[in-house]
């Protein structure tokens, strides 16, 4: 095998096994493991034809001890079962979980990207509705998939600052909708967003509040967070994702002296903020440098220097610390599988 672990991308990469457990008659199987890429699945599939599919995501890593740390899995497993009761799937039990979360680690092993090279295992548990109707009704047989993939940083410009673009001509979700679960259908709805911000050379669009047009709700793929006076900034909303990452964050600020506040936050408070970033399991934290609104034709600029702001870099630092195992985890965040 031969991987350069220092120059991996975020993207998807075969590894050798794959967990696998299925829902049938009101119960669910043990998990198996597999080394095949593909399944079969019925044409009549409520995933396919209804939307019901939930996923999570999450990263293993390897410190300089050699051990295994795994970040916060009960809290994925908390979310993704979230999930499944916002779009009526059958739900994962919390040591199921587990154990399909830790097979797929302990049958990838040399997959887990070395300690100093800056990558880490990303871990993507899927579920989905595997039983056919048709008619809009929920399955009754599920499928909960656990695969694996060595990564790099979600944005090639790593823990630097970049660019993002405001959109109004599209939402990801609306309130009362499916913004806060997990699901496909969100990120469907982000494309357009997604990739009219590539096209004008932006990173990420950020998308505002489904309603008014006014407040800010999230970064793409990503929760958005400000720095502003000693305080931790970061949007309330009904159709924003509850970023694991970020709820750490939060927690992380509090104990570092800093205040919280979780409210709405209009657009016109950009010019007031410090610092402003995004953040969630795949980037953890990235600083935004700028951010230009399409339709205003205006730009608003952070990181003096083309630097990360000294808050930001603080809690990157050490929420990674933990994750690695580097800094001490007074908060209990961090199960090591050996």
């Known amino acids: 095998m031969n991987i350069d672990w220092k120059n991996l991308p975020f993207g998807y990469m075969k590894t050798d096994f794959n967990i696998r457990c299925y829902y049938k008659n009101g119960k669910w199987s043990a998990p198996e493991a597999s080394t095949d890429e593909y399944m079969p699945v019925h044409i009549a599939a409520t995933s396919l034809h209804y939307g019901q599919e ?12 050699g051990k295994i740390r795994l970040f916060r899995w009960e809290e994925n497993a908390r979310r993704l079962q979230h999930s ?16 399909a979360v830790v097979m797929a680690i302990e049958k990838n092993m040399r997959f887990i990207p070395p300690y100093g090279t800056g990558a880490s295992l990303y871990i993507r548990p899927l579920l989905f509705g595997s039983g056919a109707e048709v008619g809009v009704k929920p399955a009754s047989e599920y499928m909960f998939i656990v695969f694996v993939t060595p990564v790099g940083p ?18 990801r979700a609306a309130p009362l909708g499916t ?21 004008l050379g ?23 967070f400000a720095i502003k006076n000693g305080t931790y900034i970061t949007p309330k909303s009904d159709s924003i994702l509850p970023s694991i990452t970020n709820k750490s964050l939060i927690e992380l600020a509090q104990h570092i002296g800093l205040k919280v506040e979780r409210r709405p936050v209009h657009i016109s408070e950009l010019e007031t903020f410090e610092e402003v ?13 700028l951010i230009y609104d ?26 990674l610390g933990i994750q690695f195992g580097d800094l001490p985890d007074p908060f209990g965040w961090v199960t090591v599988l050996g």
Do not use: W
């Open 54 to 65: 939930a996923f999570e995501g999450m990263k293993a890593y390897k410190g300089k001890d």
């Open 84 to 99: 499944a009761d916002g779009i009526l799937m059958a739900g994962v039990p919390e040591q199921l979980f587990r154990e």
């Open 154 to 171: 979600y944005f090639k410009e790593g823990f630097n600052p970049v660019k993002i673009a405001i959109v109004r001509d599209s939402d």
């Open 179 to 199: 913004g806060t679960f997990k699901v496909g259908g969100n990120y469907a709805a982000s494309l357009r967003g997604v990739i009219k911000a590539h096209k």
């Open 202 to 224: 932006y990173g990420a669009p950020m998308y505002l509040d489904a309603v008014h047009k006014e407040y800010i709700d999230e970064i793409g793929a990503a929760n958005f």
């Open 277 to 289: 970033g995004a953040c969630g399991t795949a980037a953890i934290i990235s600083p935004i440098g």
């Open 294 to 319: 399409i339709d205003q034709d205006h730009t608003y600029h952070f990181c003096k220097e083309g630097k990360p702001g000294p808050v930001s870099t603080r809690l990157y630092e050490t929420l």
